[in-house]
């Protein structure tokens, strides 16, 4: 009897090494096999894919169409160009840079005008696949977009009436309590006046148009501006003054790309390179400052139509 129990128990351990060795190598096996998986995922440089590599990896919110959030009260970058019938139709350089970043892609753009705080927003929370508003790469704004390459280099200055223009013969003129110093909520203009106008009554406004309306009628007594967009209300507001240049150390105009979609924010830097190259970008700019000059609408519509003054 004492033998046929040791024989059991030799062949219980016997079985409870075999099976012990069996679990083993497979608990160590699927890491092994995941780690070359993460290791290449980890590994993709979509910045060195060509278009032709990056369109099968490029995904949009809405398959087939290419998204983009903008804010029409900042011409010649956008707004509403009106024909002989008063008809509103979108234009602006960033429209048409949209349109060409759609046709290199090989997808329908889809326009979605807003506030211009509201692009940000939007972006931030993935509803747009990108945003062209007159961005500047602005740090605190990175954490809601990832942003482009250059497209466009322009400027920023400070506005006032034409009556007034003596008394600003440099930025500090206008920091001053008695002063209201207008810019764009949630722009880079607003974080400049903070900047070089801080004892003045700063008042921030949805609208670029509103904001040149109060200067005009003097309610503003100046506001900051970019550049090109103050040179474009000038010529059609003689009473307008681009008074003085801002100092600004940002590169320029960017698109803001979804955070999470690096394979599209490398397909739109090289739709962008493209565009400098082959001179669309400079007949789109061209072209924006000449329609801009004439009959326009500047802000969002209602029910699609502009509405009455």
Do not use: W
Not at 30 to 55: F, G, N, Q, R, W
């Amino acid at each position: 009897m004492k033998k046929l129990i040791a024989m059991l128990l030799a062949l219980v351990m016997v079985l409870s090494l075999a099976a012990c060795g069996s679990s083993e190598p497979a608990a160590t096996e699927a890491p092994a096999a995941d780690a070359p998986a993460a290791t290449e995922a980890a590994a993709v440089d979509y910045s060195t894919m060509t278009i032709d590599e990056l369109k099968p990896l490029v995904k949009t919110i809405n398959e087939g169409k290419l998204t983009m959030v903008t804010s029409p009260d900042f011409a010649p970058y956008e707004f509403y160009a009106l024909d002989e019938a008063g008809t509103p139709s979108l234009a602006g350089f960033d429209i048409a840079l949209g349109q060409y970043i759609a046709d290199f892609l090989g997808l329908e753009l889809e326009v979605i005008p807003m506030d211009f705080d509201g692009t940000i927003t939007e972006l931030g929370m993935g509803n747009a696949d990108i945003g062209m508003a007159g961005y500047s790469p602005d740090p605190e704004r990175e954490k809601a977009m990832s942003f482009s390459i250059v497209y466009y280099a322009g400027g920023q200055s400070f506005v006032c009436h034409q009556d007034n223009k003596d008394a600003f013969t440099a930025l500090t003129d206008a920091n001053k309590a008695e002063y209201q110093i207008g810019a764009q909520i949630g722009s880079i203009q607003a974080g400049l006046a903070q900047d070089n106008t801080p004892d003045a009554d700063i008042v921030e406004l949805s609208k670029v148009t509103d904001i040149i309306a109060e200067v005009i009628a003097g309610k503003l007594d100046g506001a900051f501006i970019e550049t090109v967009v103050a040179e474009t209300y000038a010529k059609n507001y003689p009473e307008l003054c681009v008074v003085l240049p801002v100092p600004y150390d940002a590169e320029g105009s960017v698109v803001g790309v979804n955070k999470d979609n690096a394979a599209l924010l490398a397909a739109v830097n090289l739709a962008i390179q493209s565009a400098l190259d082959d001179g669309s970008m400079s007949t789109f700019v061209a072209d924006a400052n000449e329609l801009s000059t004439g009959e326009k609408y500047e802000g969002l519509l209602t029910d699609g139509a502009v509405p009455e003054a």
